[in-house]
């Protein structure tokens, strides 16, 4: 057989095809190692993806949580006739203001085993956050003057910590308000 032969071309096809059975080791092993890689990729992509997902739904607890907080409690101090606690230039954990409603008044806001909390008038507490998000600090500084009515900076940290997924999360909120 010559390659540069007339039936060069018939006679390497009568070769390769006539010793061809099945599939050889070598073919096998690269086809496992090249599955292999691409089953890993898939897997580390989904396992990152997972991640990402409770990731940012950590996030989107505690900011949702915390801005609605925030905005209650700001929009509670505007519409306050007066602020009782803390007094000027002090600061306290616990927010007193008084309320046009009589039902309402006083209106205390507070923390208690991790989670921010409203007392209207003789009403039982009711809760601002739920048990997804963790309120570690709260503080209230009036820095007002006595002729004012008060001005009040409002400070919180939630968090957000599931063991089970290892996510956290954590944010410092800040607000100021002043009743009108």
């Known amino acids: 057989m010559t390659l540069c032969g007339k039936n060069s071309y018939k006679d390497m096809m009568k070769i390769f095809c006539h010793n061809k059975k099945g599939i050889s080791l070598i073919e096998l092993l690269i086809y ?10 898939i897997v580390s992509f989904i396992t990152v ?3 990402m997902k409770k990731r940012n739904q950590a996030i989107s607890e505690v900011e949702i949580q915390g801005w609605e907080a925030m905005r209650f409690i700001t929009k509670s101090i505007k519409n306050a006739q007066s602020i009782t606690g803390p007094i000027f230039g002090e600061n306290s954990a616990v927010l007193t ?3 046009d409603d009589v039902t309402k008044s ?7 085993a991790g989670a921010l909390r409203i007392k209207e008038g003789l009403s039982d507490p009711v809760t601002l956050t739920d048990s997804r998000m963790i309120v570690d600090t709260l503080s209230f500084t009036n820095f007002g003057s006595s002729t004012t009515k008060g001005s009040i900076k409002i400070q919180f940290n939630g968090s957000y910590f599931d063991t089970s997924e ?4 954590q944010k410092t909120f800040y607000g100021t308000a002043t009743p009108r």
């Open 106 to 112: 006083p209106t205390i806001f507070d923390l208690n």
């Open 166 to 169: 290892n996510t956290d999360y």
């Open 32 to 41: 496992i190692a090249i599955m292999g890689i691409l089953l890993t990729s």
């Open 49 to 51: 993806n997972e991640n």
């Open 97 to 99: 203001l008084v309320v």
